[in-house]
């Protein structure tokens, strides 16, 4: 049996769902250029992307040439793959936003400006596109596939079937795993890709491409094309990879900060954390069975979840980046709160206190003072009424930015946080946000 290194290491870690027959033998062949589609639905990308990235940097690590491919083109018409419905289709200026965003975020991880002979390379299917003519297409394109062969994709037939709510498919869904065979072909042709990479749901596209590179060079044997899919990424409980209860969890800090990043996957499961260590790190397999047997003797340390957060949150960011979420998830158990947690800035502490309830006080009352039966129910509404605040106090479960109060202390101006926030705690589990304003 033909093995491949890459396609073994690939393999342990989970990443290979299908493959098309001799795939292996070609990595083993020759530097193979592969390349992978990203939809242009947004100007970033979130953590169901990161799965390609790491595929394409698996792949350059392995010796070969990664093609990264920006879906101008195909972003006009939306891909119909897993969707039950016809999507919204994009205005041009917003579709070429869009695909300035992905080609800033690819290039964090891919360097396209590389001299090495297996240089990663940064195409967008809108340049061979945006001249072609419908009827060049037609004729040139449209008549190598039938119509049978495209309806007897999975991802038309469930568009068609009328189950699950579904509307049926317009003509511009269905062109659309002609266009990405076109692709496939293009590539082909100008960059002599001979791999497709994508998620499972891709796979009768991606066939799409390898089938019209086979009947666009008919006659000539050595006009091979392969194919290779992984797995759509899963939680163990059934829910969503890649969503938080804010929305998706993005590789850009300006839409999802580092501190949330990091929260994210230090919060996984012990199962999901065994699957992800695997699939979203570069540690080596030994490293990976070690982490997973200490992290078995001794789950409550969870020290499977700290290295994959620490692994993740530097890739995707940087150590310093990873330093100071570190040091924000910490605060709350530092012995000098006031001054470690000022050292953040605004945004991190609000990312920390992010879903606190939070209670505006004018900045006036708080240059007078306020007492703390006043700061904990009549200014704040954060306890049901003055009595409630007094048994509270005279149990000693109350603390302004971590320290113990009575009910004699007095919040002033001393006790601001950046100058507009104090931070109450009635016990070790509910905890109150005063703003300044």
Known sequence: MTTNPLVEELTWRGMVH????????????????????????SDSLHIGSLVPIILLVHL?????????????????????????????????????????????????????????????????????????????????????ITVNYMMAKDSVKKRLSGDEGNVGMSFTEFTYQLIQGYDFYHLHK????????????????????????????????????????????????????????????????????????????????????????KIFTFLDKTTINQLIASHQAEPHLRQLQKRLAEEVTTFVHSKEDLDNAIKASEILFSKDFKTDINALNESLFLDVFEGVKTSEVSRDKIEAGIDMIAALSAETNFLAS?????????????????????????????DLIHNNYVVINRGKKKTFIIKVV
């Open 60 to 144: 350059e690590k392995a010796g070969h040439k990664p093609v990264a491919l920006v879906g101008g083109a195909t972003g006009m018409i939306g891909d119909p793959s897993g969707k039950s419905d016809e999507r919204n289709l994009l205005d041009e200026a917003t579709l070429n936003h869009n695909v300035a965003g992905i080609k800033s975020v690819l290039s964090r991880f891919l360097d396209f400006n590389s001299t090495k002979d297996n240089a990663p390379v940064l195409v967008n299917n809108y340049d061979w596109m945006k001249n072609f003519s419908f009827i060049d297409f037609a004729r040139d394109v449209g008549k190598r």
């Open 18 to 41: 299908d493959m098309m027959p001799e795939t292996d033998m070609q990595l083993n062949k020759e530097m193979t250029t592969a390349y992978i589609g990203f939809d242009p639905t």
């Open 386 to 414: 003055n009595g409630e605040a007094r048994r509270a106090l005279k149990e000693n479960s109350v603390a302004v930015n971590k320290e113990k109060v009575t009910e004699d202390y007095t919040i002033n101006n001393s």
């Open 190 to 277: 100008h960059l002599n890709c001979k791999l497709q990479m994508g998620g499972s749901d891709q796979w009768g596209n991606i066939t799409t491409g390898t089938e019209l590179v086979r009947r666009m060079n008919a006659g000539d044997e050595k006009a091979k094309a392969y194919a290779m899919t992984c797995p759509l990424i899963t939680k163990a409980d059934g829910s969503k990879f890649g969503k938080s209860e804010g929305g998706n969890i993005w590789l850009d800090a300006e839409k999802t900060s580092v501190y949330k990043f990091y929260q994210f996957w230090l919060n996984t499961t012990d199962e999901d954390a065994e699957k992800y260590i």
